[in-house]
T-cell receptor, first 109, second 115 residues
């Protein structure tokens, strides 16, 4: 079956670095997405990886290893506004997104 | 970036009535739009995939006669919750695919409360 695993909740300190891991199993693979979702709001796109390696975009970076079925989202210089849920989603061979349950990130001062 | 607009943001209705939610891609044409439902503290649940000019593809367990989806143009898809009941109260979110393999852009979401 198809499955996405990511931690339920993480806590980090303002100014620090946090890494949110995601493992996936899908029927075929057409890329891995990360979305940020604040409570009561729709998700917003953060990153897309389809090739192995690290993609850097400002304070956020995303890594993919296709052979391991593994991705992580790295957030640097954490700010209070980064407190949100982070959703990992893998696109299968039919271009459908398989969503993880999300990781709630709590930032403490 | 691409913009997807969803309307209304909030809707309260009486049990037994129908509610229509619109999803528009404002600055691009979307051949495929997706409708999701999200209950509190849960992940997005895909309800259906809407393709312009054809019937929507519903996920298992989603009643197609209750959740009517129309994708009449490349920029508009609508979800109608028919004969709504309190258990239909949820956060409904649409997304539109741009390009290949298709980055998804989400609408703002619509919070439905059925009394």
């Amino acid at each position: 079956g198809q499955n996405i695993d990511q931690p339920t909740e993480m806590t980090a300190t303002e100014g620090a670095i946090v890494q949110i891991n995601c493992t996936y199993q899908t029927s075929g693979f057409n890329g891995l997405f990360w979305y940020q979702q604040h409570a009561g709001e729709a998700p917003t796109f953060l990153s897309y990886n389809v090739l192995d390696g690290l993609e850097e975009k400002g304070r956020f970076s995303s890594f993919l290893s296709r052979s391991k079925g593994y991705s992580y989202l790295l957030l640097k210089e954490l700010q209070m506004k980064d407190s949100a849920s982070y959703l990992c989603a893998a696109m299968d061979s039919n271009y459908q997104l398989i969503w993880g349950a999300g990781t709630k990130l709590i930032i403490k001062p | 970036g691409a913009v997807v607009s969803q309307h209304p943001s909030w809707v309260i209705c009486k049990s037994g009535t129908s509610v229509k939610i619109e999803c528009r891609s404002l600055d691009f044409q979307a051949t495929t739009m997706f409708w999701y439902r999200q209950f509190p503290k849960q992940s997005l649940m895909l309800m259906a995939t809407s393709n312009e000019g054809s019937k929507a593809t519903y996920e298992q367990g989603v009643e197609k006669d209750k959740f009517l989806i129309n994708h009449a143009s490349l920029t508009l898809s609508t979800l109608t919750v028919t004969s709504a009941h309190p258990e239909d109260s949820s956060f409904y979110i649409c997304s539109a695919r741009l390009g290949d393999p298709g980055e998804l852009f989400f609408g703002e979401g619509s919070r439905l409360t059925v009394l």
